[in-house]
């Protein structure tokens, strides 16, 4: 099925897949209009100053002020597909799974749809991880890290606060060793 990039009427010498052509559908069939506040947060990310114009200094402080932003939203998103789930919007827009919804409304693979969804509802039973991604002193990747060794680790939801602490002090990949070191303390047979 020829499909371009702005409709399924015009040829082209792309070949898209049933299931794309399914999501493409269903995307423009979606709801555009966003409820109250994400205009505002849009008119302000066009505020920010030129970061050609920042000296080092500012770069540096900005940069950390992104970045602390960006997984506010993340954690946000990821928040959306959990509530969706929980409502069942799929089924209410004819999107099928939460994880194909997500993708859709996202431009996402459908993989990376589900996985949100499955963070979200893993993010339940650990408030205190959910807490600090949502307030932006941990990262999305932070959080991949520490669900993927959190069931390798013995009493894990009693350590959130120190593996948070953990992560709030350094990156992903040294939060990944650490708590490896950890799974294999608490399950010497188990290699992660």
């Keep these: 099925m020829a499909v371009t990039s702005t409709a399924a009427s ?7 897949s049933r299931a794309a052509h399914r999501r493409a559908r269903i995307r423009a069939s979606l709801p555009t209009v966003a409820p109250a506040g994400f205009d505002e947060i849009n008119d302000d990310i066009d505020a920010l100053p030129d970061p050609d114009l ?4 500012e770069r ?34 004819g999107a099928g799974t939460t994880g194909s919804l997500v993708a859709i409304a996202t431009g996402s693979p459908v993989a990376v749809g589900s996985g949100m969804v499955n963070t979200a509802n893993t993010l339940h039973d650990l408030p205190v991880v959910k807490d600090a991604w949502a307030a932006g002193s941990i990262s999305g ?21 120190a593996i948070v602490g953990l ?20 399950n010497p047979t188990h290699l992660t």
Excluded at 10 to 16: E, L, N, R
């Design 60 to 93: 540096a402080a900005a940069m950390a002020a992104t970045a602390r932003l960006r997984n506010r939203i993340e954690a946000y998103l990821t928040g959306l597909a959990g509530a969706a789930d929980t409502a069942g919007d799929s089924r209410v827009l």
């Design 10 to 16: 015009s040829s082209s010498f792309f070949d898209v």
């Design 54 to 57: 920042l000296c080092a200094e």
């Design 167 to 186: 992560a709030k002090l350094t990156d992903a990949s040294e939060v990944r060793r650490v708590l490896q070191v950890a799974a294999e303390a608490d």
């Design 141 to 161: 990747l932070h959080v991949y890290q520490i669900l993927a060794h959190a069931p390798a680790i013995d009493d894990f939801t009693t350590k959130q606060a």
